[in-house]
């Protein structure tokens, strides 16, 4: 199993940026994966960003063109740039580690908050 552990969100006016970090300790060597996804109140769960172990990523059409995902392997962290956010960005983000067969664990989430 994987642990990991979110930081950076908070509250943004819109335009802004923040970078969201994601620390994985546990079992590192299973993970073939790593991905941001969001929540807002009332809706489902959404994938906004993902990167493999080859170093793609790929993006919700919401985000392309203003979220990066990013890693620092030697730091065991992966990273969320968002930069011209909106107010439709406001939701909890999680932070999920998989390998190739399953979820191996979920952050505790970190709020982000998009508002004048």
């Known amino acids: 199993q994987v642990q990991l552990v979110e930081s950076g969100g908070g509250l943004v006016q819109p335009g802004g940026s923040l970078r969201l970090s994601c620390a994985a300790s546990g079992s590192i060597a299973s993970i073939y994966a790593m991905a941001w996804y969001r929540q807002a109140p009332g809706k489902q769960r959404e994938l906004v960003a993902r990167?493999?172990?080859?170093?793609?990523?790929n993006y919700a059409d919401s985000v392309k063109g203003r979220f990066t995902i990013s890693r620092d392997n030697g730091k065991n962290t992966v990273y969320l740039q968002m930069n011209s956010l909106k107010p439709e960005d406001t939701a909890a983000y999680y932070c999920n580690a998989a390998s190739r067969i399953r979820s191996e664990g979920w952050g505790q989430g970190t709020q982000v908050t998009v508002s004048s």
């Open positions: 990167i493999i172990l080859d170093g793609s990523t």
